[in-house]
């Protein structure tokens, strides 16, 4: 256990004063298998990556969405890539990435991702760190992303994205900023706390 230097919580009413924060970094969106060659050999390079997917949402009331994972992004320290699976589906490269321990995949609520990510390839998932699990070892209750945003970057991040089709024949910018947003803050509230904590190491 660290010492407590977060609150546990936070109301809405508190996350509202924040500063709006967008992801503002470089944007690599994959949405074809000869830009996914272009850039795969990447990600073997950094070894901490924020992780998050999205996928259609389905409005059918009492109707589980069966829609496939649409969209995996992945945010190193400088770019973040969104790659477009309903396109390109899940390459083996990727499998080989989310399959390694050698790079830490930073996610929160991971387990679904996986399993989505799992019924367009399987694949045996390592070196992943679920958000949810660590942050009650700095004294934080929350377990949502944007209230974890807001207790351990002090910024507000927006979810007004969250339901549109992640499947449209092209993204908007407001997608691209809202997916690239998700995986980047992951990463960075893992980093944030880590630095707290008295670990160097992070990157």
């Known amino acids: 256990m660290t010492e407590n230097k977060y609150s546990p919580n936070i109301t809405n009413e508190e996350l509202m004063t924040l500063p709006l924060y967008a992801y503002e970094g470089e944007v690599v969106c994959v949405d074809t298998m000869e830009m996914f060659y272009q850039v795969k050999d990447e990600l073997f390079l950094e070894p901490l990556w924020g992780f998050d997917t999205e996928t259609k949402p389905c409005f059918r009331k009492g109707v589980e969405n069966r829609k496939n994972v649409a ?60 958000l949810q699990s660590i942050v009650s070892d700095y004294g934080i209750e929350e377990k949502g992303l944007r209230k974890l945003a807001a207790i351990v970057l002090g910024v507000r991040i927006s979810k007004s994205q969250q339901l549109s089709n992640w499947e449209s024949d092209a993204l908007t910018e407001k997608q691209i900023r809202y997916a690239s947003t998700d995986s980047w803050v992951t990463r960075q509230i893992y980093v944030e706390l880590k630095r707290s904590a008295g670990d160097g190491n992070i990157i």
């Open 71 to 130: 969209l995996l992004q992945l945010s190193s320290r400088e770019k973040t890539y969104i790659f477009r699976l309903s396109k390109i589906g899940l390459p083996k490269e990727l499998c080989d990435f989310l399959s390694s321990d050698r790079f830490t995949k930073i996610g929160l609520s991971s387990r679904d991702d996986i399993k989505g990510l799992q019924k367009l390839t399987s694949f045996e998932p390592a070196g992943f760190i679920d």
